[in-house]
């Protein structure tokens, strides 16, 4: 039995290997963003700075892992058994919890998905011990205290971090304006020592509390003389600045890439127990058992977890390692990132998250607000606003997302908050407080603009939302999974392992071949990033017509899919087909959305004379979609009540239509692969001949009808309405025909 619980305990550890990967790949925007959003250094540069203080941090810290052996669990009552089913139940909900939102692109907090999950599974297995005739009751075997200073944090984070970035980058936009270059004479000693003070005060308060060196006598000391220690960083960084920026060194890089090292540094030195407490916790339970426990697993009761964890050098050397790797070969921490910059983005960015009810009452109501506040404010003092608020004379290097005052404030401002928090004792959550700083600050740069407002407010309600959902699933999930491993033993334990492996392996698959396709649109980005607009249309043109015709080449294989699968009475096809018409609709939805932002960044003049045009490409693609999903739709549900098949004669009538509706498709395809407008005409005239011919069908059926056999009727409906739909689906065709005309040469008409 010994050698089952062995190998259950170094299965935890290769789960926290996986852990180490999604938990890194998810908090990497604490300390990423800002450096990458403000290109303060290139991609690699900042991932190996970023790296390094990570790495300090897990190899110097010394291992505090209490919440994972006492934090929440009172050990003195849980037997060996039951917190070996505690840990591999907590594990294998953070990795998958972690890595779902990974995958969706959303922060969400280490630190609140582990205190949930021990609270959840520890909830279930005392629940399971009282139910079983213990004495015990909750307040014996639970320990609240951490879980509700977390909910606690949730609280303060968010409204705390979002004002105070929202104030201070006001503030500091009012000294510096966007045009900051032209006012860092004289400023920038001051902000920049400033910054750099609030840095070090945040790794000593916070960063480098649970480091080795950090003994009792050093932060007895550090607490006496932190006025002294402010002071004198204070007069020494605002010399060091001002003397820096004499020489033309970048004062604002320098900030921004000290705060990216400092924020990595407390993160892997603070959050590192949230990856390998659990396990080291299981070490330490196992190597009790396996000396005294005298082979009782379920009677065994592990007292010695209360005692302070030793965690050995290598294993936090290995962590770190483990840590550098992820950060530096993760896609998805990349994929994280993207949503926190482009919410905050100073530009017209992918707004992926689309509007909600209470974003667009939100917006409504913050434009009455601004209009009251505009009214009652001097026209002076107005003007003056507005000059430092000048957003087009924003200074950002080419492909940044907002420029390095905000990217030095977001780090400072963080890393401030998150010291302060501390040393009054506020559990103030990392992901939180930086996220939220800057979403304050962005809303304070005027980044959200009354067409992205909705969009972005909906975005920060969905990963708040998201935080909140954290707790709740980690809860959920750990009481779920330790109930089933409870019971059913170590067969289950081994089974939830292996179908975790197998979810990780499928997860990150999806997400390769989703990124995929991301990288393949790497048009859209380089329109929305060109300054050249007749050169941004160009390249627009290019993209409509790249989405479009992946759409009719779907459409056209679609309607020939469906259309057999009528036919020869296969329901299952008929499914497949009307859930994927179901997807391509968010599909055309989510083309349609980008191509509206790029529109934005051509000439109003060819804006404005494209755009009927342009909505009448995408409408028409729109219709043609709602042809095939109404042929689908009645299709399937015939077919699935196994009603009577078409009739041979009407089959073949239709197969002749169906051809000459599918070469309409590939026909309209080869013009837009070269152009030949020449042909757009003739094309059209053909729509029109095929739209007489079903015409046709359709009044002969109507004969038919009035004479036929009423056991057949329904089936005859069925191709009544596949006659319409297929009628209207080659209207739409041909108003596409003309719209892809008009977007290429306005003067097609005088030339047809």
Request: aromatic share 10%.
């Amino acid at each position: 039995m010994e050698i089952l619980f062995l190998c259950v305990v170094i299965f935890l550890f290769m789960l926290a290997v996986f852990d180490l990967s999604v938990g890194v790949s998810n908090d990497a925007v604490n300390f990423l963003n800002s450096a990458i959003g403000s290109k303060a250094a290139s991609f690699k540069r900042v991932l190996i700075i970023a790296s390094i203080g990570v790495f300090i941090g897990a190899a110097m810290s010394n291992g505090m892992m209490d919440i994972a052996r006492h934090g929440i669990f009172r050990p003195e009552h849980f037997s060996f058994y039951d917190l070996i089913c505690i840990f591999m139940a907590v594990m294998v909900t953070d990795i998958i919890l972690l890595d779902v939102f990974n995958s969706l692109g959303m922060p969400t907090s280490t630190t609140v998905s582990m205190v949930f999950e021990l609270l959840g599974a520890t909830f279930v297995v005392a629940l399971i011990k009282m139910t079983g005739g213990s004495d015990l009751g909750f307040n014996d075997l639970l320990n609240t205290e951490k879980a509700l200073s977390v909910i606690l944090g949730i609280f303060l984070s968010v409204a705390i971090a979002f004002f105070f970035g929202t104030v201070v980058q006001f503030l500091s936009r009012m000294i510096f304006s966007f045009n900051y270059k032209s006012n860092l004479k004289w400023k920038i000693g001051i902000f920049g020592g400033v910054c750099a003070t609030a840095i070090v005060y945040f790794l000593l308060i916070k960063g480098l509390k649970d480091l080795t060196f950090m003994t009792p006598e050093v932060k007895a000391w550090i607490d006496t003389h932190t006025g002294i220690i402010v002071t004198s960083c204070l007069i020494f960084f605002t010399l060091l600045m001002q003397l820096l920026h004499a020489l033309n060194v970048n004062v604002l890089k320098t900030i921004v890439l000290m705060g990216t090292f400092a924020l990595a540094v407390a993160f892997a030195g603070n959050d590192l127990v949230n990856f390998i407490g659990v396990p080291l916790s299981g070490l330490s339970a196992y190597q009790d058992y396996a000396a005294n426990g005298g082979g009782d697993a379920h009677g065994y009761l592990m007292q010695s977890l209360n005692g302070p964890s030793n965690t050995p050098i290598y294993f936090l050397i290995g962590a770190g390692l483990i840590m550098v790797v992820a950060l530096a070969t993760s896609k998805k921490a990349q994929n994280v990132s993207k949503t926190e910059i482009g919410l905050g983005s100073q530009q017209v960015s992918d707004e992926m998250f689309g509007s909600s009810r209470i974003a667009r009452r939100l917006v409504r109501w913050s434009l009455s607000v601004i209009a009251w506040i505009r009214r009652i404010t001097p026209p002076r003092v107005r003007a003056w606003f507005n000059r430092r608020f000048n957003t087009d004379e924003t200074i950002m290097d080419q492909g940044a997302a907002f420029d390095l005052i905000r990217g030095s404030v977001n780090l400072v401002l963080a890393g401030a908050l998150i010291a302060l928090g501390t040393s009054m004792k506020l559990p103030l959550s990392t992901t939180f407080v930086t996220f939220m700083v800057a979403m304050g600050t962005s809303l304070a740069d005027r980044a959200w603009s009354r067409e992205s407002a909705v969009f972005r407010i909906t975005g920060v309600i969905s990963v708040i939302g998201g935080w909140f959902l954290t707790a709740g699933v980690a809860f959920i999930g750990a009481g779920v999974i330790v109930a089933a491993m409870h019971f059913g033993g170590h067969w289950v334990m081994f089974l939830l392992g292996v179908v975790t492996i197998i979810l990780i392996i499928r997860s990150n698959r999806r997400f390769r071949n989703r990124r995929e396709e991301e990288n393949g649109d790497a048009m859209f980005r380089s329109i929305l990033s060109t300054e050249d607009k007749t050169e941004a249309w160009n390249m627009l043109l290019i993209y409509i017509f790249e989405q479009q015709h992946k759409f009719l080449t779907y459409a056209n294989e679609a309607y020939r899919g469906i259309t057999d699968a009528f036919i020869n009475e296969n329901a299952r096809a008929l499914g497949k087909a009307d859930s994927s018409l179901f997807r391509q609709k968010n599909v055309l939805k989510n083309a349609r959305r980008k191509e509206t932002l790029c529109l934005r960044q051509v000439s109003r003049e060819t804006a404005i004379e494209k755009s009927t045009w342009f909505h009448l490409s995408n409408n028409s693609c729109m219709s043609i979609l709602y042809n095939l999903r109404r042929i689908a739709e009645i299709c399937k549900e015939h077919v699935e009540n196994n009603f009577l098949p078409l009739p041979k004669q009407y089959t073949a009538e239709y197969e002749l239509i169906r051809t000459r509706v599918s070469t309409l498709f590939d026909d309209t395809l080869d013009v837009m692969d070269t152009g030949a407008e020449e042909a757009i005409p003739v094309l059209r005239r053909h729509c029109d001949e095929i739209k007489d011919t079903i015409s046709d069908a359709y009044h002969r059926l109507h004969d038919q009808l009035r004479e036929g056999d009423t056991a057949s009727m329904t089936v005859v409906y069925v191709y009544l309405n596949m006659l319409q739909e297929t009628q209207e689906m080659v209207s739409s065709v041909r108003k596409y025909l003309r719209a892809i005309a008009k977007l290429r040469d306005s003067d097609f008409r005088s030339r047809r």
